[in-house]
């Protein structure tokens, strides 16, 4: 059998207050319930991130702190799309600090706010990054390559 049940949109956060009562086939109508309320709240901001600052070994990430008890998820994919994912933490602190990616090419950053009771607000944009190819290390391993083979 069907639930009953009532969808309704709402625009503004706030409290809302609601009752309901029975009404039967026939048409009568039972008595109202006791009122219930609940309450619709904001989701945490997006934090604003800072561009990532790219090092020879190491890779940080910073973003705007949200204020007191809040935590952070931080997420880093090779795609924009983030389905799949290089690495995923949940932090204490508006930043974090990786070893450098080993393969050249495109990265891409974002994070999103946890409040006190684990309410997770949305992603921030994308940041993206680029990570270039090491000619050096490349040239001199082939180079010690060729040694190896002449002699």
Do not use: C
């Amino acid at each position: 059998s069907a639930k009953p049940s009532h969808d309704r949109p709402f625009t503004d956060y706030g409290t809302y207050y609601f009752r309901v009562r029975s009404v039967a086939a026939d048409g009568y109508e039972g008595l109202w319930s006791d009122p219930a309320a609940f309450t619709l709240v904001a989701p945490p901001a997006s934090p604003a991130m800072e561009e990532p600052s790219v090092g020879d070994k190491e890779l940080n990430v910073r973003w705007q702190d949200q204020g007191p008890g809040m935590t952070y998820r931080f997420q880093m994919s090779r795609e924009e799309d983030f389905q799949d994912l290089l690495v995923e933490e949940k932090l204490e602190r508006p930043e974090i600090s990786l070893p450098m990616p080993d393969k050249p090419g495109v990265y891409y950053v974002r994070t999103s706010t946890i409040d006190q009771t684990g309410y997770e607000g949305g992603f921030s944009p994308p940041q993206s990054f680029e990570i270039k190819r090491n000619w050096t290390g490349a040239i001199l391993g082939a180079l010690g390559l060729l040694v190896l083979i002449l002699f």
